[in-house]
């Protein structure tokens, strides 16, 4: 991920050193900070990831019924529709 975006990933890692860092029970309103923080750079940072996948992915079977299904809906309606 460094490769993808060095900068927000460097930011991520002090973030997270930095709420490592801060004693448990010492500071709620900084570390409330800094975890809100470090989970909106990491939101950021999963939708950069490359999404790797394997043909026959069940993943992929279903987002191929889903599409053939709303295919097929949307051919009806316009058929619906003409008529």
């Given at each position: 991920?460094?490769?993808?975006?060095?900068?927000?990933?460097?930011?991520?890692?002090?973030?997270?050193?930095?709420?490592?860092?801060?004693?448990?029970?010492?500071?709620?309103?900084?570390?409330?900070?800094?975890?809100?923080?470090?989970?909106?750079?990491?939101?950021?940072?999963?939708?950069?990831?490359?999404v790797?996948?394997?043909?026959?992915?069940?993943?992929?079977?279903?987002?191929?019924?889903?599409?053939?299904?709303?295919?097929?809906?949307?051919?009806?309606?316009?058929?619906?529709?003409?008529?």
């Amino acid at each position: 991920m460094t490769s993808i975006s060095p900068g927000m990933s460097a930011v991520a890692i002090r973030l997270a050193e930095a709420l490592d860092e801060l004693p448990a029970g010492d500071a709620p309103t900084s570390q409330a900070v800094v975890a809100d923080k470090l989970a909106t750079i990491m939101t950021r940072l999963r939708a950069l990831a490359p999404v790797k996948s394997e043909k026959g992915d069940v993943v992929d079977a279903v987002g191929r019924r889903r599409d053939e299904r709303r295919a097929r809906l949307r051919a009806a309606q316009e058929a619906s529709s003409d008529g």
